[in-house]
T-cell receptor, first 113, second 111 residues
Framework: DVKVTQSSRYLVKRTGEKVFLECVQD?????MFWYRQDPGLGLRLIYF???????EKGDIPEGYSVSREKKERFSLILESASTNQTSMYLC????????????FGNGTRLTVT | GQSLEQPSEVTAVEGAIVQINCTYQ??????LSWYQQHDGGAPTFLSY????GLEETGRFSSFLSRSDSYGYLLLQELQMKDSASYFC????????????FGKGTLLTVNP
C-alpha cells in the first residue's frame, strides 16, 4: 500500500512565524500535491510538483511556497504565517500514469494564533 | 474556471440506496473521480469515470454523462460505516495532474 506521511498531525504557530509542513511518500510517485481543507470549501489545491525541483501553482498559492529536492519529499512553506492560514493541510501523491488516483496523508491541522 | 456542485448533506438508513449527484463546469474535461473521507481521516479514492456510462465496484457505482456535465455516485446496501463525506473531483484540461474537488457531501447513515 502507498503510504503518505505528514510529519505533524497538529501544529500551533504564531502569526509571522515561518512554518514548514513536511510530506514523504514511499511509492516512488512522480506527482505530489498540497491541498488545504476548510469547512464548506472542500479541498483546494495550493501547489503541486510533477518532478524533483519542478512545481506549479494551484488555485490558492498566495502566501505559500513549496520545495521538492528529493522525489519522495514535498514541503509546504508558509513564509509568514497568518491567522487565515489556520486550516487542515493535506498532502497527496500519485504516479505519472494518466488518471492515476491521489493517495492522501492523514493531514496536518495547523492553527495560527 | 471550474466549478462542481454536489449536495451538502444526505441522510439515509441502513440497507437503503443513496445517490449523490455532481454537476460540473470545466474547460477540457478529462474525467470525474469520487473520494470518500471519514471524519478525521484522509480522503481515499473510490472510483473514476473517463467515459460515459456506469462503473461498478462492489456496493458502489459511479456514472458519468459528459454531454450533461453530470455524474453520480450510487451507494447500495448502505452500512453504518458508509457515513462519511464524499467528494467528486474533475481532472482539468491540459493537465494530467490537477484535480478540482467539489465541496463534499456529508452522508449520514442511520440504523
Amino acid at each position: 500500500d502507498v503510504k503518505v506521511t505528514q510529519s505533524s498531525r497538529y501544529l500551533v504557530k504564531r502569526t509571522g512565524e515561518k512554518v514548514f509542513l513536511e510530506c514523504v511518500q514511499d511509492m516512488d510517485h512522480e506527482n505530489m500535491f498540497w491541498y488545504r481543507q476548510d469547512p464548506g470549501l472542500g479541498l483546494r489545491l495550493i501547489y503541486f510538483s510533477y518532478d524533483v525541483k519542478m512545481k506549479e501553482k494551484g488555485d490558492i498559492p498566495e502566501g505559500y511556497s513549496v520545495s521538492r529536492e528529493k522525489k519522495e519529499r514535498f514541503s509546504l512553506i508558509l513564509e509568514s504565517a497568518s491567522t487565515n492560514q489556520t486550516s487542515m493541510y493535506l498532502c497527496a501523491s500519485s504516479s505519472g500514469q494518466s488518471n492515476s488516483p491521489l493517495h492522501f496523508g492523514n493531514g496536518t491541522r495547523l492553527t495560527v494564533t | 474556471g471550474q466549478s462542481l456542485e454536489q449536495p451538502s448533506e444526505v441522510t439515509a438508513v441502513e440497507g437503503a440506496i443513496v445517490q449523490i449527484n455532481c454537476t460540473y463546469q470545466t474547460s477540457g474535461f478529462y474525467g470525474l473521480s469520487w473520494y470518500q473521507q471519514h471524519d478525521g481521516g484522509a480522503p481515499t479514492f473510490l472510483s473514476y469515470n473517463g467515459l460515459d456510462g456506469l462503473e461498478e465496484t462492489g456496493r458502489f457505482s459511479s456514472f458519468l454523462s459528459r454531454s450533461d456535465s453530470y455524474g453520480y455516485l450510487l451507494l447500495q446496501e448502505l452500512q453504518m460505516k458508509d457515513s462519511a463525506s464524499y467528494f467528486c473531483a474533475v481532472r482539468r484540461g491540459g493537465s494530467n495532474y490537477k484535480l478540482t474537488f467539489g465541496k463534499g457531501t456529508l452522508l449520514t447513515v442511520n440504523p
